[in-house]
């Protein structure tokens, strides 16, 4: 199994063999697409992705990668012994959406896939991200937070009315109608919020928020007019995303007093990282990853995609080669990813990446320890503590492609564990931005 994760102290390589998997299980409350067997679940304890024991268990490893991260500069930026070092590297400035996004981690995987989309305009980023903040302002107890709720509304509702033309100004000509619609409906929907926050309804305004935060996706979504960049020329016949995707994964659970099934929603941005999610989605239209395993999760991540016999990735019957595609890193502030090298090699050591490893379920390819183009078909999901490594300052940025993250029912990925059957994935929308679909053309030369 390819090697996933640069964390051991005492050799940098974190292995994968089977011998060294154990199982984990969590409790999580229940949603409609995951099936529980017996006791209900408390809603307090949705707020741990880990039990107390498994927090024991993190604790030499969480020490182990900071300290390693520490080392090798990854936090403070200098350059350590025995890392590659460009003389002419030089770290990106600090793009006007780096200021708006300052401030604690983004840890919500919809707000970083809307923070990710390749749109450059001020006005719809000053609307949202007060509306993001929400989520800071409810941590608040009681219903203090309600006035904090308040005072991020109203700067939304001033940034939307002051740059409204602006916005509407940096609409693609051919989505206009539709996001002037999601306008309307967002500026109703903040009167709504408004009145919530007025009434003292407290429970009722993340709901209200998520709804916003929708629309204001749309909006941002309807920004985007074609796939920003051309795919470097080597690369432009692989299968390609150009655009999102969504997909759904079934599990079915064995042996798991807490659950039976659960369907995991995921969402793949071709935006930042075109091969990677191109590949996937390939693979999935295949169905290479329907009836396979999961075949590793120790609390750290869930990983699969290795294939019964001695591959350790997808074989194309084609060629009847592996079929590899390079390391692909979005950089904030840059207009196309890196291909082929870690940020560390190219010296971008304080480098954000568009897709961090923040969120619960960060999705992202594997690859061998060493060799940067080696990934084929495994996967793996971060198991996150939100305090195991800092934002975009951790030792797995930069390293490994992300390009995707569970949007619904990621915290039921800690109980899952290794023998647990992927009973399908599906393309659920998005498949039409699927370029050079590789499964077509097996399927017509067949």
Partial sequence: ????????????????????????????????????????????????????????????????????????????????????????????????????ISGPPIKDPEALLRYALPIDNKAIREVQKPLEDITESLKVSGVKALDSVERNLKQASRALKHGKSMIIAGLAESKKDHAIELLGKLEVGMEELQK????????????????????????????????????????????????????????????????????????????????????????????????????????????????????????????????????????????????GATLEDIGLYKAQTKLPFNAFGTMAMAREEFENNSASSQVFWLLKESELTPSNANILDGRYAVFGYVTQNEDFLADLKVGDVIDSIQVVSGLDNLANPSYKINKIAG
């Fill in 196 to 339: 919530i926050a007025e009434d003292r309804k407290r429970d009722a305004v993340a709901p209200k928020q998520k709804e916003l935060l929708q629309y204001v996706g749309g909006v941002e979504e309807d920004m985007v007019d074609g796939f920003p960049y051309e795919v470097p020329e080597e690369y432009q016949n692989m299968p390609l995303l150009k655009g999102r995707a969504t997909v759904d994964m079934k599990v079915k659970v064995k042996d798991n007093p807490n659950l039976e099934e659960c369907v995991f929603r995921i969402v793949l941005d071709g935006y930042n990282a075109p091969l990677t999610a191109g590949n996937f989605v390939d693979l999935v239209e295949r169905h290479f990853y329907d009836g396979m395993e999961i075949q590793r999760a120790d609390g750290f991540v869930v990983q699969t995609g290795d294939p019964e016999g001695p591959a350790e990735g997808f074989i194309d019957p084609s060629t009847e080669k592996t079929r590899t595609i390079p390391l692909e890193i979005m950089v904030e502030g840059e207009k196309a990813p890196v291909y």
């Fill in 1 to 100: 199994m390819a090697s996933i994760l640069l964390s051991s102290c005492s050799s940098l390589s974190y292995t994968t063999s089977k011998s060294q998997l154990f199982n984990n299980s969590t409790s999580n409350q229940p949603t409609n697409n995951c099936i529980q067997r017996f006791r209900p679940i408390c809603a307090s304890q949705n707020n741990n992705h880990f039990t107390h024991k498994q927090k024991d268990r993190f604790t030499g490893i969480k020490e182990c990668m900071l300290s390693v991260a520490l080392a090798v500069g990854l936090i403070t930026g200098v350059q350590t012994a025995g890392f590659p070092s460009i003389a002419n590297a030089v770290t990106p400035a600090i793009s006007d959406l780096s200021v708006l």
